[in-house]
């Protein structure tokens, strides 16, 4: 039972260069979510999904993408990198009544 | 004004102290839960609660509803206690959740 894998744990893009982060789950979970992490700040929401084939926006989206079609894999896409995406990423899985698991993070720098 | 605030925002202690980290939020809530971040490190699950009282180890974990208030204590503290400790609830008008901005611990031998 692996829990939440994220991928990469470090990557340095240029503006304008795209990528994808991966995420996966072996839980069965239904709720997935990406976050970014930035001083002072708490957690913010980028984009949630709640099942396979459904996704919807959270507090920050603006910028990137999500597609859940497997309930296992959500992977987060950066269509053009720019300086404010620099920060730590999470993807997180939760079951509706259980706890919320969390990937290793994904520390991204945009140069 | 933030819906989760977390008190106090920096704390220090000698090994052995008993540590208590406090939690407030002003929406409805599910669930609320305590996840622990060590430096440059990942975020793990304490505890997820939705009343009373848990306790795992030397962590103990309590909620007041009626309060909307939240504690996390940590008896007998040790360095490796050191870590950010965050509060999340989970809304009952989203369902999502909503995050604390972290209590920095820091425990020295």
């Known amino acids: 039972n692996a829990g939440v894998t994220q991928t990469p744990k470090f990557q340095v893009l240029k503006t304008g260069q795209s990528m994808t982060l991966q995420c996966a789950q072996d839980m069965n979970h239904e709720y997935m979510s990406w976050y970014r992490q930035d001083p002072g700040m708490g957690l913010r929401l980028i984009h949630y999904s709640v099942g396979a084939g459904i996704t919807d926006q959270g507090e920050v989206p603006n910028g990137y993408n999500v597609s859940r079609s497997t309930t296992e894999d959500f992977p987060l896409r950066l269509l053009s990198a720019a300086p404010s995406q620099t920060s730590v990423y999470f993807c997180a899985s939760r079951g509706f009544y259980t706890e919320a698991f969390f990937g290793q993070g994904t520390r991204l720098t945009v140069v | 004004k933030n819906e989760v605030e977390q008190s106090p925002q920096n704390l220090t202690a000698q090994e052995g102290e008993f540590i208590t980290i406090n939690c407030s939020y002003s929406v409805g809530i599910s669930a609320l839960h305590w996840l622990q971040q060590h430096p440059g490190g990942g975020i793990v699950s304490l505890f997820m609660l939705s009343s009373g009282k848990k306790k795992h180890g030397r962590l103990i974990a309590t909620i007041n509803i009626q309060e909307k208030h939240s504690s996390l204590h940590i008896t007998a503290s040790h360095p490796r206690d050191s870590a950010v400790y965050i509060c999340?609830?989970?809304?009952?008008?989203?369902?999502?959740?909503?995050f604390g901005t972290g209590t920095r611990l820091q425990v020295f031998p």
């Open positions: 999340a609830v989970r809304s009952t008008n989203t369902d999502k959740l909503i």
